[in-house]
Every structure is written in C-alpha cells, then in structure tokens.
C-alpha cells in the first residue's frame, strides 16, 4: 500500500537525515580511529599498533574498528593520504600565493611545524613506512610528500633569489634538506624538553638557520 504523498516528503527527509548522522558518525569515528593509531606511535612506538591497543584507546570493540577499515592497512593508508592533501595542499597554497617570499618562507616552516605537532607521531610512522613498507601505493605516496615539500620550498627561494633577496650562488637544494630535517630534530627537541618545548621559537630559529644560508655574502 503506498503511504500519502504527504507523508512521503517528511518520511524521505528522515531518511536523508538518517543517512547524513550515519555519514557523519562513520567519519568521526574514522578521524578517532586515525589519531588514536598517532598517539599509540608516539607514547609507546609503532610495534604498539594493534586493533587490540586501538580499540583500548577509543573505547571500541575491535569489531566496530573493522566495520570502519577493514584491515590495519587501510588505516594507515588513510593517514598517509591525509597528509598528502592536509599538509601539502597547504603548502602548496603558501607557495603559490602572492606574498612575498620571506612571508610564504615562515609561513611555510611555521605551517609545517605546526601539522607535525598537531599530528604527533605522524613523523615516526612515515620513516617507518618508508623504510619498511611493501605496499607500492603508500610507497608512491611518500615519495610524492617528500618530494612535493621540497620542490614546493625551492619554489619560493627560487623567487627570493630572482627578486635579489637571497644569495644566487646558493644551492637551493641544499636548503631544502635543511628544512626536511625539521621533523627530526623537532622530535629530537620534544624528547629533550617535554612540557617546556616553545613552537614559537623553534620556528624562528629554523627560520633564522635557513635564512643564514640563503643570505648574501
């Protein structure tokens, strides 16, 4: 028997809402899941991973981990695709924006400080995955992050170099492993201050180190 029409317009509007929290909760949950895998790397290392350990954490049953990823793999995939369209993304938009190059250089150092800590543990993961990954598609994504976050910031000192700011006899991609060496000695600062680590200042003096380089002599 079909239901009068003007039953079905409020009928199909729960539905749709029904739909759209289940949506919603999926991603929330998904969003847990990934950040709680991040704050089991850095409190107690990336061999900690476990559904067991993750389910723990969030206050899930592993079962209700599955119905969002269906294996470890995919989370991990997740959160290397994360930081593929999070972070380069953004960095891609300092580079091409129309500030100047010394602003879209803090800008650029600053923003990449920042992911790392918001994302804690997210440095760990992507050397381990680059190191002892077999999966060809997370390998192909990594190399696209590391490289991007290189070419991106040669962008900018190419321009800062072009419009006399910057020494033209510089190699330019001698700054840029300055600059990915940031997560590390980020991580290397963290372990040594805990509690006392100041972002503020550790941008400025990354900012300052690479600067030194780049000056005229």
Known sequence: M?????IMPKNN????????MTRLNTDIRKEQIKKAVLKII?????????????AAEIGLSE???FRHFKKKRDIIRSIVDDVSNDLIGALKNIANSQEKPRTKLREYLCYTINYLLEN???????FSEATHSNDNDILAQLKYIFNAQRLY????????VVQGIWDEKVNLQDAS???MGIPVTLN????????????????????NLIEKMLQKK
């Open 2 to 6: 079909l239901l009068p029409w003007c």
């Open 13 to 20: 509007l729960f539905l749709q809402t029904k739909i759209k």
């Open 42 to 54: 850095k409190d107690e290392g990336i061999n900690a991973v476990s559904t067991k350990n993750l």
């Open 63 to 65: 079962g209700a981990i």
């Open 120 to 126: 804690n543990g997210i440095t760990i993961l992507l």
């Open 153 to 160: 910031l040669e962008q900018i000192l190419q321009e800062g």
């Open 177 to 179: 492993q300055l600059y």
């Open 188 to 207: 290397i600062n963290q372990i040594l201050s805990p509690g006392n680590f100041d972002q503020t200042d550790y941008c400025n003096r990354m900012l």
